[in-house]
């Protein structure tokens, strides 16, 4: 009989389904929250994208509250999580075909979406999500051995994506949504406290499994709280500035000011193979305060073959939204090392651009990184211009 309790049934199988189902039901209540709170920006993208952010937030929303509390008979349960499982999958598949060759639809067709920290911050959320999900479900029909196999390779898990996300981000290989400003440093430290706990819940879930724990509910309770409050703060950092461009001041001493955006885009422009132009992407404004340097600006994807950019430069003389578009060589001075102040109007940054190959280029958005009165950072700034090289190329767009 022990022997058989030992290698197969679970001493408290009550405790350990309760603290897989309640951290599965944080999870995807975070997951959720993360995702209506981007609504906002993805909404600017395109109608469909906001209306995709909503369904999927109101569902994990609502499937974790349903985890929380759970109606009906067991088997009701199971197969409502088998629907959440299948739904986080198919939304993680969705965002990896975003990142890894674009989607076809949208106000960039095609085009590859880079890596931010709100949609990491999800994916990670929604890989335990699964993970605690699939342990609940199958609890009773793996047993003791094959339950602390699955909370092991879940704490594994958890070491190995804390090092990957700090990997990564000392790379330079995610950053960042490039139309919002996030806390990043911030974000960093309450993703890697996150994970820590989030092992920790897993550490707990196999000692008690191995009945060398207390099935204590207060000390399962406590560590909830702070893996609660630790998915709050992870949220919270990834939150979208309003209005996507910083315009009240609130998350760094710039604000963009042209008006472009992903929702009203302005029209191509064409240029021929061999072609140069100089183009104004962004309008920078000092907000009140200290002058402000541009220690490094650089656009967020990666440019190329159809365009190749020769400088950016800041020009004071192209103020106006109507003088966007000239060609020729672009006047100003380097946008690098440049000093922007506050209540002085509007500084212009301006690329110069030749057409390389015939094609579509879009230039999304820009990272700058600043510094002012002791204090540093980085801001992102949506742009949403679209190149055209050569004639035939672009037949079907609007000709400028």
Known sequence: MLARLHCGAIADEATVARLLRVTAATLALAAGALHLAQIGPHVDEDPRFGFFFLVVGVLQIVGGLYLLYPLGSDASARLIAWFGIAGTVSTVGIWAISRAVGLPFGAEPGTRETVGLADAAADVFEFFTVLFLLAWIYRT?????????????????????????????????????????????????????????????????????????????????????CLVLAELALVGFTLPAPGGQNRDCAYGPIREDSGLSHAQPPEPITLDVGELRSVVVLLLVACAGDPVTITSLVPYQQLGPVLAVERITIDRSRASRNDRVRGGEASGVAAEGSVLRPNEGRYPVVIEVRGAEPGTQAVSAFKIDWSSAGASGSLGFASSTLFCVGHDGCATLPQR
């Open 141 to 225: 029909t793996l047993g003791q051995r094959g339950l602390a196999r699955i909370t092991a390779a879940g704490i594994l898990c958890a070491f190995a994506i804390a090092g990957i996300w700090l990997l990564t981000r000392w790379l330079g290989w995610f950053a960042p949504d490039p139309r919002l400003v996030a806390y990043s440093e911030l974000t960093d430290f309450a993703a890697l406290v996150f994970l820590l706990l989030l092992a920790l819940v897993l550490s707990r879930a196999w000692f008690v499994i191995h009945n060398t724990a207390r099935a204590s509910r207060l000390a399962g309770g406590v560590l909830l709280g």
